[in-house]
C-alpha cells in the first residue's frame, strides 16, 4: 500500500483577521510522487507551503509529516522559497553547509558530506565562488542541495526555476526528474508553467476558489521516463489546452 508523505486534514488558515485562504481543506500526498501546484496569483500556493513548514500555523484541522503530527514542523521539510536565500557574503560551500550546521553538525563533517555531491549538483570547481558570481542555474542548484540536505524526504519547492531563461529551464526540469527519482523524494513544486507542471508530474493540483476548500485533481497522462518531446502528442496537446481553459475560466476541471 502506498504511504503517505503529507497529509492535510481539515485544514483552515486565514492571516490574522483577514479573509480564510484554507477552509476545511483535505489532501493527500503519497512518498515518491512529484506534485505540482498550479492556480491564480494569491489563490494561497505559497501559503499551503508556509504552513507544511511551520513558518505559518493552521486555524483548524492537523498536517502530518510521515503519518505524524508535530508540535514544531521546523526543519521536517526541505524547502526551497521563491528567492534563493542564498547569503552573499559565503561561499558556495559555505551557503550549502548552513542546513547541516543549524543541525549541529560540525563544519568539518559538513563539508565531507557536501563535497561528493558537488559534481552530481554540477557544482565542483565553483563551491569557492560567492552567489554573485553564480549562473541563475547554478544558484538553484545550490538551494536545491541546501534543501536536500535537510534529509527529508518531502521538498517543497516554490517555482524554483521561474527566473531562469528557456534553455536552462528546461535542463533544469530534466535534472530535477534524475534527482527526485535517484534520491526517492517526494516533491511539491509550485508554478505557473502548465507545460512544466504535465513535463515533471504525477498529479496536478489546481487552486481554484479562495478559500481554498477542495483541490481539483489531474492525473498527468503520460509514463516515466518522459521526453519533452512527448509533450507534443497530440492527446496531450489537446488536454493541455483544456488544462489551460479551465484555469483561464476558474471552472472546475
Ligand atoms: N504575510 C501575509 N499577510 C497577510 N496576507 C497575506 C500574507 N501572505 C499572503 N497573503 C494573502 O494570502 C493570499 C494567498 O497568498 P499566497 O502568497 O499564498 O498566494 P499564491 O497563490 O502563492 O500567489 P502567487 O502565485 O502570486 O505567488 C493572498 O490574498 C495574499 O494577499
Same mark, same amino acid.
Given at each position: 500500500m502506498r504511504k503517505p508523505a503529507l497529509e492535510f486534514r481539515d485544514v483552515s488558515f486565514s492571516y490574522g483577521g483577514k479573509k480564510p485562504v484554507l477552509d476545511r481543506l483535505n489532501m493527500t500526498i503519497y512518498d515518491r510522487e512529484f506534485i505540482t501546484i498550479v492556480g491564480a496569483s494569491g489563490s494561497g500556493k505559497s501559503t499551503m507551503f508556509r504552513l507544511i513548514t511551520g513558518l505559518e500555523i493552521q486555524s483548524g484541522g492537523s498536517i502530518l509529516i510521515n503519518g505524524e503530527t508535530h508540535e514544531n514542523r521546523h526543519g521536517k521539510v526541505g524547502y526551497m522559497p *521563491? *528567492?534563493?536565500?542564498?547569503?552573499?557574503?559565503?561561499?558556495v560551500m559555505d551557503n550549502a553547509t548552513l542546513p547541516l550546521e543549524l543541525g549541529g553538525v560540525s563544519k568539518k563533517e559538513a563539508k565531507n558530506r557536501i563535497l561528493p555531491l558537488l559534481d552530481e549538483f554540477g557544482l565542483s570547481g565553483v563551491e569557492n565562488k560567492y552567489p554573485a558570481e553564480l549562473s541563475g542555474g547554478m544558484k538553484q542548484r545550490v538551494s536545491f542541495l541546501r534543501s536536500v540536505l535537510t534529509g527529508s524526504n518531502v521538498l517543497l519547492l516554490d517555482e524554483p526555476f521561474s527566473a531562469l531563461d528557456a534553455i536552462t529551464r528546461l535542463s533544469m526540469q530534466e535534472w530535477l526528474l534524475d534527482q527526485w527519482e535517484k534520491r526517492e523524494k517526494t516533491i511539491l513544486f509550485i508554478t505557473h508553467d502548465v507545460n512544466e507542471a504535465l513535463f515533471l508530474s504525477d498529479r496536478i493540483f489546481v487552486f481554484q476558489d479562495?478559500?481554498?476548500?477542495?483541490l481539483q485533481e489531474v492525473v498527468v497522462p503520460l509514463g516515466r521516463p518522459r521526453s519533452l518531446r512527448n509533450l507534443n502528442d497530440p492527446a496531450v496537446l489537446r488536454w493541455k489546452d483544456e488544462l489551460i481553459e479551465q484555469l483561464r475560466s476558474g471552472v472546475p476541471l
Amino acid at each position: 500500500m502506498r504511504k503517505p508523505a503529507l497529509e492535510f486534514r481539515d485544514v483552515s488558515f486565514s492571516y490574522g483577521g483577514k479573509k480564510p485562504v484554507l477552509d476545511r481543506l483535505n489532501m493527500t500526498i503519497y512518498d515518491r510522487e512529484f506534485i505540482t501546484i498550479v492556480g491564480a496569483s494569491g489563490s494561497g500556493k505559497s501559503t499551503m507551503f508556509r504552513l507544511i513548514t511551520g513558518l505559518e500555523i493552521q486555524s483548524g484541522g492537523s498536517i502530518l509529516i510521515n503519518g505524524e503530527t508535530h508540535e514544531n514542523r521546523h526543519g521536517k521539510v526541505g524547502y526551497m522559497p *521563491q *528567492q534563493d536565500l542564498l547569503m552573499p557574503w559565503r561561499t558556495v560551500m559555505d551557503n550549502a553547509t548552513l542546513p547541516l550546521e543549524l543541525g549541529g553538525v560540525s563544519k568539518k563533517e559538513a563539508k565531507n558530506r557536501i563535497l561528493p555531491l558537488l559534481d552530481e549538483f554540477g557544482l565542483s570547481g565553483v563551491e569557492n565562488k560567492y552567489p554573485a558570481e553564480l549562473s541563475g542555474g547554478m544558484k538553484q542548484r545550490v538551494s536545491f542541495l541546501r534543501s536536500v540536505l535537510t534529509g527529508s524526504n518531502v521538498l517543497l519547492l516554490d517555482e524554483p526555476f521561474s527566473a531562469l531563461d528557456a534553455i536552462t529551464r528546461l535542463s533544469m526540469q530534466e535534472w530535477l526528474l534524475d534527482q527526485w527519482e535517484k534520491r526517492e523524494k517526494t516533491i511539491l513544486f509550485i508554478t505557473h508553467d502548465v507545460n512544466e507542471a504535465l513535463f515533471l508530474s504525477d498529479r496536478i493540483f489546481v487552486f481554484q476558489d479562495t478559500p481554498v476548500h477542495t483541490l481539483q485533481e489531474v492525473v498527468v497522462p503520460l509514463g516515466r521516463p518522459r521526453s519533452l518531446r512527448n509533450l507534443n502528442d497530440p492527446a496531450v496537446l489537446r488536454w493541455k489546452d483544456e488544462l489551460i481553459e479551465q484555469l483561464r475560466s476558474g471552472v472546475p476541471l
